[in-house]
């Protein structure tokens, strides 16, 4: 390992006299060995970001690059875990630390004593290509493929019983095959075979699923001011989404607001497979008083591990809250760097990093079959200005807008989602998938449901001069009709039983609202009383 000193100390902005680094090569500053990364590389220095607190460090003190950049380790054991933005388990870490953690601890992300069953799918003799997998681990309602890291010939393969720290196989050529490896965090897989994204995300949600459906491998960001819900949306499509597994992120958020998040998974029973649902889940947790260097990063960890779990063929879905944080973060590095500033002093950078970041999205060959990583992303703009940079950059980017709407919140709208202002690109194609797997009435009765939503729309302009008994008797029965839409389909209670709705229950309750409509149309127009009409 490369070894220099430190020269310079500005808060976590480090900067060393070490030779031979690498841009985002990670770096052990101090003699608590605090971790970094290498952001800027100069003539005479290098300047590392420190993802811990640097408290008490002083300079003439050791600095000492690892020669890799941030890396996550993934294999067995991921599901169910609690991490932080460099995946150091917050379990282990309560244990060896207390409450709080302590600048340089770094345990290793994954039980090394906890034992697991290999079942061999090649034998001794057999050549293996690097990727190709040779072995499954059974871990939990989940077979978790074991991908070689290298290629070679087989000299012995394990059987049964093991442990992360003892290798399953052994190359003639040298070298041994653990259930684990390592990928650097930044860096998006380069060796897939990317394909269109063709199924629905299911989430539970009427309001998602019927009029703004997202798309496996799709991305989508909900927008929204103070108390309008962001959270506990999250939190529901996490508990409901059709998917493998979902992946977490506190990315900023109140340490009392993700002590109850973690408490609540803990207790929750997963509705597809009736088992606890943090069998299926991983957290990677960065609260706001954490290092803002290991906020920047979490985001980047957690969609590391995505990547992972979706080449072995899971669909996998993966929920921030909120990229706002982690925007501010950003925009604190930069100023840190003395960087020129962008708009609202977030850095020039900021549009290209989100979108790099939503491009690491998508629907991958695994094999014989498909995996896939969406993405739900919640922003929080400051003051529900939606025009500010970080709302705009995600929307350059997303496949799906969800906004949420501060008046629908007041009028405890759950969940406060504006019908007209969302939309979804994925709309027309996942369509077609309905009308052939649900219905063939999914479509009109969708048009139906916007038009009746957009004539209220423009005659609550007109009721709120002449009131509504001055409106025509079609026009009360649209109003009267848009107001079932809205309280009975639109609208879910995330405590009760109506908090998810599969597709088919949620074409029957649109149905039946529809019918009532144009059968209240018909009745009006042969001469019938609407009040009557309404009482029947």
Not at 5 to 29: A, F, H, K, M, N
């Amino acid at each position: 390992m490369k070894s220099g000193r430190i020269i310079g100390l500005s808060g976590p902005t480090v900067s060393v006299d070490l030779p031979g680094l690498q841009l985002y090569e990670r770096v052990y500053v101090g003699h608590q060995r605090l971790a970094g990364e290498v952001v800027r590389l100069e003539r005479t220095k290098a300047v590392v970001q420190v993802y811990e607190e640097t408290r008490g460090l002083a300079l003439g003190e050791p600095a000492e690059g690892s020669g890799r950049p941030l890396t996550v380790r993934l294999g067995p054991g991921l599901l169910g875990g609690m991490f932080d933005g460099l995946q150091r388990p917050l379990q282990a870490l309560r244990r060896e630390t207390g409450p709080f953690i302590r600048s340089g601890t770094d345990p290793f992300p994954l039980d090394l004593e906890r034992s697991w069953h290999f079942s061999p799918l090649k034998s001794p003799g057999d050549s293996l290509s690097p990727g190709e997998v040779f072995g499954t681990v059974e871990e939990g309602a989940f077979v978790h493929p074991i991908r070689a890291a290298v290629g070679g010939t087989l000299a012995s393969v394990h059987r049964g019983a093991f442990t992360l720290d003892s290798p399953l196989a052994t190359l003639k050529e040298g070298g041994e095959l653990f259930a684990w490896q390592e990928r650097p965090v930044r860096e998006p897989r380069r060796d897939i075979v990317r394909l269109s994204t063709s199924l629905p995300l299911v989430t539970g949600q009427r309001c998602l699923d019927f009029l703004f459906p997202l798309s496996k491998g799709g991305t989508a960001i909900f927008p929204g001011g103070f108390g309008t819900g962001k959270t506990i949306l999250e939190q529901s499509i996490a508990k409901f989404a059709d998917v493998d597994i979902v992946i977490y992120v506190g990315c900023g958020e109140r340490g009392n607001e993700m002590a109850e998040i973690l408490e609540e998974f803990a207790t929750l029973s997963d509705p597809w497979r009736d088992t606890p649902l943090m069998e299926r889940t991983i957290v990677v947790v960065n609260t706001s008083n954490m290092p803002v260097a290991a906020r920047e990063a979490s985001i980047y960890t957690a969609v590391a591990m995505g990547e992972y779990y979706r080449d072995l063929g899971y669909d996998i879905l993966l929920l921030a809250d909120s990229i706002s944080r982690w925007a501010e973060a950003l925009r604190e590095i930069s100023s840190s760097l003395e960087e020129m500033p962008g708009e609202e002093g977030y850095p020039t950078y900021l549009g290209s990093r989100l979108s790099a970041y939503f491009e690491r999205a998508g629907v991958v060959a695994c094999g014989e079959g498909t995996g896939s990583l969406s993405m739900i992303l919640s922003v929080s703009p400051p003051g529900g200005d939606f025009t500010e940079p970080v709302t705009q950059a995600c929307l350059r980017s997303a496949g799906a807008l969800y906004l949420l709407d501060t008046a629908l919140a007041h009028r405890r709208h759950f969940p406060a989602i504006h019908w007209g202002q969302s939309y979804s690109l994925y709309e027309q194609g996942l369509g077609r998938h309905f009308c052939a797997e649900v219905s063939g009435d999914w479509d009109p009765l969708r048009i139906r449901c916007r038009e009746l939503l957009q004539q209220e729309t423009a005659l609550s302009e007109v009721a709120e001069i002449v009131g509504l008994e001055g409106l025509q008797d079609r026009d009360r029965l649209v109003m009267h009709a848009a107001e079932r839409v809205r309280r009975e389909f639109l609208c879910q209670n995330a405590y009760s039983e109506d908090a998810f709705s599969t597709p088919q229950q949620t074409l029957e309750k649109i149905s039946t609202i529809v019918a009532f409509f144009e059968d209240a149309l018909a009745r009006l127009e042969q001469g019938e009383e609407l009040d009557e009409i309404l009482k029947g």
